[in-house]
């Protein structure tokens, strides 16, 4: 079985300038994916897709392979991921000879998830043949039945998904789960003809919250930054301890 890693990475960014490469507790944040997809028992091989050479160095000295740069058309602020994805795997099958069996991506803004959540994706999709592909989520503590409205065109809101009777809590709403885009895992032959990200026969990998944080503002970052030097701490302890 071979399985290969896409960690996607553009040189800009909107809502946290340089992300990708920021320093999260002394590291450029890809390297803590870059990282854990070298060190899964279950991956072969990894490559970065990005457009920017400043990336691909930091990857390449991580012990990723990057062995192009990602053409300019898929690198705008517009580009969807997908075709992203499908570009750095068909490179793989035409240019150097690999076609794996499974693809996994690996979000680099990502970097709480465990190495339990890759192996529960890979688990599933390699164990159910009509499965094409797998996401990953968490617990919404928002919920359309209850909480998220929708506006009208006179301004006027309303909840977004109606029911036949008034739901009065959350708790008694439908359980519906907040994709985090941590992992995704496909079948090589749906991915390569998929249009949409969600398509065909999808199943799902629940996360906990607290492993589901991406970064995509200031705000997400510092929270990633607080949570990470807690298990710094938590895995010192735990050294301290074993030591007495």
Not at 6 to 26: E, Y
Not at 147 to 165: D, F, H, I, Q, R
Not at 195 to 214: A, L, N, Q, T, W
Request: aromatic share 6%; net charge neutral.
């Amino acid at each position: 079985m071979k399985i290969l890693c896409t960690i996607c990475a553009r040189g800009s960014s909107k809502g946290v300038r340089n992300k990708n490469i920021r320093r999260l507790l002394g590291r450029p944040l890809i390297t803590y994916t870059i990282r854990q997809a070298l060190s899964h028992d279950l991956i072969d091989r990894v490559v970065v897709s990005t457009d920017s050479e400043e990336i691909a160095g930091i990857s390449k000295d991580c012990g990723a392979e990057v062995p192009f740069l990602r053409p300019a058309a898929l690198a705008g602020d517009s580009s969807a991921k997908l075709p992203v994805i499908q570009h750095a795997v068909r490179y793989y099958i035409d240019e150097v000879g690999y076609k794996p069996d499974y693809v996994i991506d690996l979000d680099p803004t990502s970097p709480l998830r465990d190495d339990i959540d890759i192996t529960r994706c890979v688990e599933l999709i390699t164990s159910d043949a009509g499965c094409d592909s797998v996401i990953t989520g968490y617990r919404s503590n928002k919920n359309p039945y209850f909480n998220m409205v929708e506006l009208a065109g006179e301004g006027y809101a309303t909840v977004s998904k109606k029911t036949p009777s008034v739901i009065k809590r959350r708790q008694d709403a439908p359980l519906v789960y907040a994709m985090n885009a941590s992992v995704y895992a496909w079948r090589t032959e749906s991915l390569l003809s998929q249009r949409d990200i969600i398509s065909g026969r999808v199943k799902f990998v629940e996360m906990p919250e607290e492993r589901s944080v991406d970064i995509d503002s200031e705000l997400d970052f510092r929270v990633v930054e607080s949570l990470m030097e807690e298990r710094k701490k938590d895995d010192i302890s735990r050294k301290v301890s074993i030591k007495r």
